[in-house]
């Protein structure tokens, strides 16, 4: 490979990443086609460059164009991309305070699944657990959900697509400032 080919498979990572921020290995290399050893090095590059930075959670590492994200967006954004992850703060959004039975439910997969994905967005304080008695109930934590919604058009408009109605008829049943003073 040539250094022209190099810089040109850089700049598409780099391109990829500014209208994909918060993506993984494994979903840049399925969108790009390239081999995982290229992409690595490629990512690599960019990051010694000061092009693009990274987090590591768990298996995943994530990547995101410098200087337009703060910590708490970098952290929306990495739960942005997973379906089951996404799913279950939209639905706490939507329904205010779901307990996990409503989540359980709602998302149709099991009370372990459903802890795993809630605690990691605890770990992230997107959401708090609040107890009442025997049963958690869930809420947002300090985040606007305007941000979320934000993040979720600007960054991933297939699935503000199907999001959308659905976030306007939840916004619609917001109080209004004037309701609440």
């Known amino acids: 490979m040539d250094l022209d080919e190099t810089e040109g498979t850089a700049g598409k ?8 921020p918060g993506s993984h290995l494994r979903r840049i290399k399925r969108a790009k ?3 995982m050893g290229t992409i690595q090095y490629q990512l690599d590059r960019l990051e010694k460059t000061g092009k693009i930075t990274s987090t590591r959670r768990g ?14 967006e970098k952290d929306v954004l990495e739960v942005l ?6 799913g ?4 706490i959004i939507e329904q205010k305070n ?5 989540i359980v439910k709602q998302m149709k997969i099991s009370t372990t699944s459903v802890s795993w994905h809630v605690k990691r967005l605890i770990d992230l304080n997107i959401i708090d657990e609040i107890r009442e008695g025997k049963h958690k109930k869930y809420q947002l934590h300090e985040i606007d959900p305007q ?33 609440i003073e």
């Not at 990572?13 to 994909?20: A, E, G, M, R």
């Not at 941000?147 to 049943?173: A, C, G, H, Q, T």
Request: avoid cysteine; charge should be positive.
């Open 13 to 20: 990572l780099l391109s990829y990443i500014q209208d994909n």
């Open 88 to 91: 279950i703060l939209m639905f």
């Open 59 to 72: 298996l995943y590492k994530y990547y995101f164009p410098v200087g337009l994200f703060r910590e708490n």
């Open 33 to 35: 086609g390239l081999s």
């Open 98 to 102: 779901p307990s996990q039975i409503d």
């Open 81 to 86: 991309t997973h379906e089951t992850a996404r």
């Open 147 to 179: 941000l979320i919604i934000r993040l979720l058009r600007n960054y991933y408009p297939r699935i503000w697509d199907k999001w959308s109605v659905r976030i306007v008829e939840m916004f619609l049943s917001l109080p209004s400032k004037s309701d």
